[in-house]
């Protein structure tokens, strides 16, 4: 099946509308498993539901005029990105309308607790994801599959397609820097 996945992949990269048709079967579920990984950060009541998230970001995947992904990490990839945008879109939208109000705040599982509050406001953690994506891109890739898209060290490792060790040790630091910039945020001291 991940041999079908990438080559339907390459196919839809191609212009094969087809094989777009072909390919939304064989990654719904992983593409649902993915928006409730991002909406179950969510401490209050969540903006969308998976399936309107899965569909919002299926419609905006498709919308692109011509998509270059090659890979099963690719489309993951974009896939969490463009969920994390939704979010960030609806949350600006509602903020706009709610003058300050509808700040979502989002646990953070993997931060030390004693380090960090127990939520983070979702904005504010794009953000942060957006400044380290400006110094290590990769870095912030591994943070937003394992946030966003709730991966696993090994889940993240094979859709990356680098090693365990590797996953582990950049984590470490971009854990340790989301930590950092996450409580000056919380502290209002913005770098």
Do not use: C
């Not at 719904?28 to 903006?47: F, T």
């Not at 090659?70 to 709610?98: E, P, T």
């Amino acid at each position: 099946m991940q041999s079908d996945i990438t080559n339907l992949l390459e196919r839809w990269s191609d212009g094969d509308e087809a094989a777009r048709d072909q390919l939304i079967p064989l990654v719904y579920s992983e593409l649902r498993r993915l928006s409730r990984s991002a909406l179950g950060r969510q401490q209050r009541e969540s903006l969308l539901q998976p399936t309107a998230l899965v569909h919002e970001a299926w419609l905006r995947m498709v919308d692109h005029k011509r998509l270059s992904i090659r890979s099963r990490r690719q489309f993951y990839g974009l896939a969490a990105k463009i969920m994390r945008d939704i979010l960030v879109d609806h949350l600006r939208r509602r903020q706009s309308s709610k003058r300050g109000g509808g700040q979502t705040e989002i646990a953070l599982d993997e931060a030390n607790p004693a380090a960090l509050p127990r939520h983070i406001n979702f904005l504010v953690l794009d953000e942060v994801l957006t400044r380290l994506g400006g110094i290590k891109p990769r870095y912030a890739e591994i943070a937003e599959l394992r946030y966003m898209a709730g991966l696993s060290i090994e889940e993240t490792a094979e859709t990356l397609s680098v090693s365990h060790a590797t996953i582990e040790r950049e984590w470490g630091f971009a854990r340790a820097w989301l930590r950092r910039e996450l409580q000056r945020e919380a502290g209002g001291n913005r770098a």
